[in-house]
């Protein structure tokens, strides 16, 4: 058995609308135009010297000497997926993430949290995006910097903190850019959010920024609400905003101080202002009481973290 740690680039490209097609035609025409599109990407991937480490379904993972070759890679694979005619009016798509860092290397396989990151980046591109860490970005030569652009950073599994991340715009001509690489992004304000429960409260900050709600007695906030699931939902936070995840079987109630009710089913909100929530029921039903909630802006800041508290 052979470990070894190297720096190289990760990539991980994934199929959207897969699905689609195995409904429309069936299992077994429908992975022969998956097996195409595997082959396009993997052609792609290894003409600009990728390794291709493994075929998992209908993801590819490749890994790269540099920063720059996966770059290269990732708008290849982008335009020859993108070249590729719909298949029974079903356009296959790509999205793809990539990130240059250490990684322990054995059997032809390689391991390691930039390995993770990677793949949970492709994760969250939308169908023809590229997403790649600024740290990532910042290796490349400067006409690739430039068909960069900074986004929100995400939040992602694993990580205590957001991770800045930019997006590659692989078919874009220079007139269309819209941002470039050396434009800074916002700076992030000091934001704190109050939950309150009927006697517990928690604080989000940058040093805390995630709490999980629900009937879960090992939950940040505990409700014995039976409409409530045990792990109902959870707040994080993403740079400088407060984001609320339904995870729950009966769905979240927000009311925002003056507006209508919102309902959330599988889905999240950006939390602004103060307000309340309710696990499983609507704010306005009677039962245990909702949690109250209160963004608390302070000054603009660049880097700084601030604790939780008031």
């Known amino acids: 058995m052979s470990t070894e740690t190297r720096c190289i680039s990760v990539l991980f490209a994934d199929i959207c609308g897969s699905s689609r097609l195995y409904e429309k035609l069936g299992d077994t025409e429908a992975l022969r135009a998956v097996e195409r599109c595997l082959h396009r990407m993997e052609r792609a991937a290894e003409a600009a010297k990728g390794r291709i480490i493994k075929t998992v379904g209908d993801e590819l993972m490749v890994a790269f000497d540099s920063a720059e070759a996966a770059t290269h890679a990732a708008g290849e694979i982008q335009l020859r997926v993108d070249a590729l005619p719909p298949v029974s009016g079903v356009s296959l798509a790509i999205r793809i993430g990539f990130h240059h860092g250490d990684v322990i290397e054995e059997n032809n396989d390689v391991f390691g949290d930039t390995v993770n990151l990677a793949s949970r980046l492709a994760a969250l591109a939308k169908a023809g995006q590229v997403l790649t860490t600024v740290a990532t970005a910042a290796l490349l030569p400067e006409e690739l910097r430039e068909r960069t652009r900074p986004i929100e950073a995400l939040t992602v599994k694993g990580k205590d903190e957001a991770v800045d991340v930019c997006e590659v715009l692989w078919n874009r001509s220079d007139e269309d850019l819209t941002m470039r690489y050396s434009a800074q992004p916002p700076a992030v304000k000091d934001t704190r959010l109050r939950l309150r429960h009927g006697e517990e409260e928690v604080w989000l900050a940058a040093s805390r920024p995630t709490a999980v709600i629900g009937r879960d007695p090992n939950a940040d906030l505990v409700t014995r609400d039976s409409r409530a699931s045990r792990s109902h939902g959870r ?49 306005e039903e009677e039962g245990e009481e909702p949690i109250e909630f209160e963004v608390v802006v302070g000054f603009a800041k660049a880097d700084k973290a601030e604790t939780a508290g008031p």
């Open 235 to 283: 707040v994080e936070r993403r740079r400088d905003k407060y984001v609320l995840i339904d995870e729950s079987t009966n769905g979240t109630y927000v009311k925002f101080q003056g507006e209508p009710e919102v309902v959330l089913r599988r889905e999240e909100v950006i939390l602004r202002g103060r307000g309340r929530i309710a696990l499983g029921h609507s704010t």
